[in-house]
């Protein structure tokens, strides 16, 4: 099987990654890319998400660790 990488980013940050021909998943708040990544995480073939570091850092810390314990997909934040 082979896994697909995901971008979570806010809108202003989508352009950037749009013009690099990556298609991001938009979040505009903590809260946004907290529901966005559930959605993520019901997908498969989700192997690793690159997330915001703004919108990590602002996800609950229960769903930090819980992101932390997982295998897949790996959560990372840039």
Aim: with cysteine.
């Amino acid at each position: 099987m082979s896994y697909a990488v995901r971008i979570m980013c806010r809108p202003e940050v989508a352009a950037g990654f749009l013009l690099a021909g990556l298609a991001p998943v938009e979040a505009g708040t903590p809260d946004d890319a907290a529901r966005q990544l559930g959605t993520l995480l019901e997908h498969p073939e989700t192997g690793v998400v690159l997330i915001e570091d703004t919108l990590y850092q602002g996800l609950p810390e229960d769903l930090q660790r819980r992101l932390a314990r997982r295998a897949l997909p790996i959560v990372v934040p840039l």
